[in-house]
């Protein structure tokens, strides 16, 4: 019986340290789908960030009350560091002897702020110990047989749609409910849309070692070659980001683009496999 732990993040930008991340919210759903807790808290803007022009050109200025909001809250809200020892808590404190799945929509861009404003830890041993976080995005991208092309305005052209049911919270940029849309979402698509793909990616992903992939493959594929392929993706995201060391301008879109070609690849081996 797994839980999943979404979580979601708003920003001023793509910068980790030009831009400042705005709010944090976080949903535990159980095993059955419930919503258990959210977690959701503005932080303070760090002294030395702005407001990207991009960002708001693009995103703020389409959700002017969501804007205008989240400029009197960050003034008022508490320091970064507060903020996050007290997410931190509240994680250790709900998933408390609970088998956990961390998802985010996006990990490739929401992982990587809640990473930088942790300081001291990771992601990965969020939960006290180590766990590798899942790309729901990615994931979905995968079940939904996307294809990856290069002059489709969203990269990806999906083969099939995948239908949701309609639940109690929007996904309105508010990042508690985001979150909480999420992980719903991810729920529903493991436990009725895809779930035996689904329980084998979980186990793997729920080892508590970074190996486990290849222990805890599907049966029924060939596990060195799938094995072989992630190792392969994974070195080259790897590559790509130190790569990108130093070098601010849309960073992020380049890594979030490969990190769910990757992730979405990884998938489709598996269901066809």
Request: aromatic letters at 10%.
């Amino acid at each position: 019986m797994t839980y999943l732990l979404a979580i979601d993040v708003e920003t001023t930008g793509q910068g980790l340290r030009t831009n400042f991340m705005t709010c944090i919210g976080a949903a535990l759903i159980s095993p059955e789908g419930k919503v258990l807790g959210t977690f959701s808290e503005y932080l303070q803007q760090p002294s030395g960030t702005v407001w990207e022009k991009r960002c708001i050109d693009e995103f703020w200025s389409k959700h002017q009350n969501l804007y205008l909001d989240t400029l009197e809250h960050v003034v008022r809200a508490a320091p970064v560091e507060e903020v996050m020892a007290r997410f931190k808590k509240w994680v250790l404190d709900v998933t408390r002897d609970k088998k956990t799945l961390i998802v985010f929509d996006t990990a490739g861009f929401d992982q990587a702020w809640v990473d930088y404003n942790l300081g001291d830890t990771s992601c990965m041993y969020l939960l006290g110990y180590f766990e590798c976080p899942f790309d729901i995005a990615s994931y979905m991208l995968g079940v939904a047989q996307a294809e990856f092309d290069a002059s489709s305005k969203k990269s990806f052209v999906k083969a099939k749609a995948i239908e949701f049911p309609k639940w109690d919270v929007d996904h309105d940029h508010n990042p508690a409910n985001d979150a909480t849309v999420t992980g719903l979402n991810a729920w529903w698509v493991m436990t009725h849309v895809q779930p035996n793909v689904t329980t084998n990616l979980i186990t793997a992903c729920t080892q508590n070692a970074p190996t486990s992939l290849e222990h805890h493959i599907v049966p029924n594929i060939d596990q060195k070659s799938t094995v072989a392929k992630f190792k392969s993706l994974e070195k080259q995201i790897l590559d790509l980001i130190a790569s990108l060391n130093g070098i601010n301008k849309r960073w992020a879109d380049i890594a979030v683009l490969k990190y769910e070609e990757a992730t979405m690849a990884i998938v489709r081996s598996i269901m066809t496999s």
